[in-house]
């Protein structure tokens, strides 16, 4: 199966931003202009990225690494590069280091809360009970004898189903010579 650079092209919202970003304000872009660089970037990633393929396999390695986009970059004499790429990768890993830390700070504040919330629902050992927590109690217990009652109901409908058809393919079986 062969691949064209098409099957491989930027998404153009993402190079009209980059480009935006890096001229002056107020320039105008022709769209043969963010054409012609989005398929300039395509072509020179997957340069890129074949070369770094290649270094990763010659270290025997399955998967292509930061590490080796860098020595790609450098085998294709464009180490002066390596530097600014060296720098937005830390920046890039260290936001997503905080993502990362705050998520889960989130996870445990809300775990907790949880936790506080539960302890605050039921009494603990020793405490007297309310008749509304009897009440509660009880009506949670009658609505689950009533699901668990609706849910035999219909696996004797599915087996009822089932002999029925059986007996309707035995019938056909002993009707047949």
């Known amino acids: ?3 064209t650079i098409e099957d491989n092209e930027l998404p153009k919202a993402n190079v009209t931003r980059v480009l935006k970003s890096s001229l002056p304000a107020g320039t105008a872009l022709q ?3 963010r054409l012609a660089v989005s398929k300039a970037a395509t072509v020179f990633i997957n340069y890129i990225s074949s070369v770094a393929n290649d270094v990763a396999k010659g ?3 399955k998967t292509i690494s930061a590490a ?3 020595k790609a970059l450098d085998i294709c004499e464009l180490e002066h590069m390596v530097p600014e790429l060296q720098e937005s990768l830390t920046a890039y890993q260290q936001i997503m280091l905080e993502k990362k830390q705050l998520k889960k700070k989130e996870k445990d504040e809300s775990k907790v ?3 506080d919330d539960t302890a605050m629902e039921e009494p603990s050992r020793g405490q007297k009970r309310s008749l509304e927590d009897d009440e509660d109690d009880s009506m949670s217990v009658d609505l689950k004898k009533s699901k668990d009652e609706e849910e035999d109901e219909e696996e004797d409908v599915e087996d ?3 002999d029925q ?3 309707q393919d035995e019938n056909i079986d002993e009707e047949q010579p």
Do not use: L, P, Q
């Open 1 to 3: 199966m062969s691949s």
């Open 31 to 33: 769209k043969d202009a």
């Open 59 to 61: 270290a025997n390695h």
């Open 68 to 70: 080796d986009v860098f």
């Open 113 to 115: 809360r949880e936790d």
């Open 160 to 162: 009822e189903e089932e």
């Open 165 to 167: 058809e059986e007996t």
